[in-house]
Protein backbone atom coordinates (compact mmCIF):
# COMPACT_ATOMS: atom_id res chain seq x y z
CA UNK A 1 0.00 0.00 0.00
CA UNK A 2 1.05 3.48 -1.06
CA UNK A 3 -0.07 6.88 0.16
CA UNK A 4 0.57 9.59 -2.46
CA UNK A 5 0.38 13.28 -1.30
CA UNK A 6 0.48 16.01 -3.93
CA UNK A 7 1.40 19.91 -3.40
CA UNK A 8 2.61 22.84 -5.17
CA UNK A 9 1.07 24.32 -8.02
CA UNK A 10 -1.21 27.20 -8.06
CA UNK A 11 -2.07 30.31 -9.97
CA UNK A 12 0.52 31.07 -12.54
CA UNK A 13 0.40 33.33 -15.73
CA UNK A 14 1.21 31.98 -19.22
CA UNK A 15 4.40 32.01 -19.73
CA UNK A 16 5.59 31.07 -16.36
CA UNK A 17 6.91 28.09 -14.36
CA UNK A 18 5.82 26.06 -11.12
CA UNK A 19 6.30 22.72 -9.65
CA UNK A 20 4.63 19.55 -8.39
CA UNK A 21 5.38 17.48 -5.35
CA UNK A 22 4.28 14.41 -4.50
CA UNK A 23 5.14 12.79 -1.36
CA UNK A 24 5.25 9.13 -0.97
CA UNK A 25 4.43 7.10 2.30
CA UNK A 26 7.17 4.71 1.69
CA UNK A 27 9.90 3.82 -1.13
CA UNK A 28 8.69 4.14 -5.02
CA UNK A 29 12.22 4.02 -6.16
CA UNK A 30 12.15 0.34 -8.59
CA UNK A 31 9.52 -0.88 -7.17
CA UNK A 32 6.96 1.42 -9.34
CA UNK A 33 5.95 3.52 -12.44
CA UNK A 34 5.62 6.86 -10.93
CA UNK A 35 2.78 8.93 -13.17
CA UNK A 36 1.68 12.54 -13.19
CA UNK A 37 -2.20 13.22 -14.79
CA UNK A 38 -3.91 15.96 -15.41
CA UNK A 39 -7.56 16.49 -15.85
CA UNK A 40 -9.16 19.76 -16.98
CA UNK A 41 -12.36 21.30 -16.39
CA UNK A 42 -14.83 19.19 -18.55
CA UNK A 43 -12.48 16.89 -19.76
CA UNK A 44 -11.47 13.69 -19.29
CA UNK A 45 -7.96 12.37 -17.08
CA UNK A 46 -5.21 12.21 -19.21
CA UNK A 47 -1.24 11.12 -18.87
CA UNK A 48 1.17 13.94 -18.71
CA UNK A 49 4.27 12.06 -17.96
CA UNK A 50 5.52 8.74 -16.65
CA UNK A 51 9.00 7.58 -14.86
CA UNK A 52 9.65 3.81 -15.08
CA UNK A 53 11.45 1.80 -12.50
CA UNK A 54 14.79 2.34 -14.55
CA UNK A 55 14.51 6.21 -14.63
CA UNK A 56 13.43 6.20 -18.50
CA UNK A 57 10.95 9.00 -18.96
CA UNK A 58 7.81 9.63 -21.13
CA UNK A 59 5.95 12.80 -22.18
CA UNK A 60 2.67 13.72 -23.58
CA UNK A 61 3.10 15.20 -26.69
CA UNK A 62 1.79 18.53 -25.84
CA UNK A 63 4.16 19.00 -22.67
CA UNK A 64 7.55 17.78 -24.54
CA UNK A 65 10.15 19.73 -23.95
CA UNK A 66 8.25 22.08 -21.05
CA UNK A 67 7.52 20.00 -18.37
CA UNK A 68 10.00 17.12 -16.65
CA UNK A 69 9.38 14.03 -14.50
CA UNK A 70 11.42 13.76 -11.78
CA UNK A 71 12.16 11.76 -8.51
CA UNK A 72 14.13 11.88 -5.08
CA UNK A 73 14.49 8.20 -4.30
CA UNK A 74 16.17 9.34 -1.13
CA UNK A 75 13.08 11.36 0.04
CA UNK A 76 10.56 9.40 -1.32
CA UNK A 77 9.16 12.55 -3.56
CA UNK A 78 8.37 12.64 -7.04
CA UNK A 79 8.15 16.00 -9.47
CA UNK A 80 6.48 17.51 -11.89
CA UNK A 81 8.65 20.96 -13.33
CA UNK A 82 6.46 22.39 -15.55
CA UNK A 83 7.57 25.40 -17.83
CA UNK A 84 6.10 27.77 -20.32
CA UNK A 85 2.77 26.80 -18.72
CA UNK A 86 -0.19 27.27 -21.04
CA UNK A 87 -3.84 27.78 -20.21
CA UNK A 88 -4.84 25.10 -21.45
CA UNK A 89 -2.36 23.34 -18.60
CA UNK A 90 -5.21 24.21 -16.18
CA UNK A 91 -6.41 21.54 -14.08
CA UNK A 92 -6.12 19.24 -11.29
CA UNK A 93 -2.58 17.11 -11.57
CA UNK A 94 -2.61 13.58 -10.13
CA UNK A 95 0.55 11.54 -8.69
CA UNK A 96 0.05 8.14 -9.62
CA UNK A 97 1.89 4.64 -8.95
CA UNK A 98 2.06 1.57 -10.89
CA UNK A 99 2.79 -1.59 -8.89
CA UNK A 100 2.90 -3.84 -12.07
CA UNK A 101 5.63 -4.30 -14.85
CA UNK A 102 5.19 -1.82 -17.73
CA UNK A 103 4.95 1.87 -17.42
CA UNK A 104 2.14 3.45 -19.73
CA UNK A 105 0.18 6.64 -18.56
CA UNK A 106 -3.21 4.72 -18.30
CA UNK A 107 -5.67 5.21 -15.62
CA UNK A 108 -6.33 1.54 -15.64
CA UNK A 109 -3.10 0.74 -14.78
CA UNK A 110 -2.64 2.47 -11.81
CA UNK A 111 -2.97 0.95 -8.11
CA UNK A 112 -2.48 4.38 -6.16
CA UNK A 113 -3.54 7.65 -6.37
CA UNK A 114 -2.99 11.20 -4.41
CA UNK A 115 -6.08 13.52 -4.18
CA UNK A 116 -4.60 16.17 -6.40
CA UNK A 117 -3.41 19.53 -6.55
CA UNK A 118 -4.82 22.54 -8.84
CA UNK A 119 -3.06 24.47 -11.04
CA UNK A 120 -4.75 27.38 -12.65
CA UNK A 121 -2.80 28.98 -15.69
CA UNK A 122 -4.14 32.01 -16.76
CA UNK A 123 -3.27 34.01 -20.10
Known amino acids: QVQLFESGGGSVQAGGSTRLICAAS????????MAWFRQAPGKQREGVAT???????TYVDSVKGRFTISQDNGQNTLYLQMNDLKPEGTGMYFC?????????????????WGKGALVIVSS
Open 51 to 57: IDHDGTT
Open 26 to 33: KSTYGGYC
Open 96 to 112: AADAGWGCRPAEGDMDY
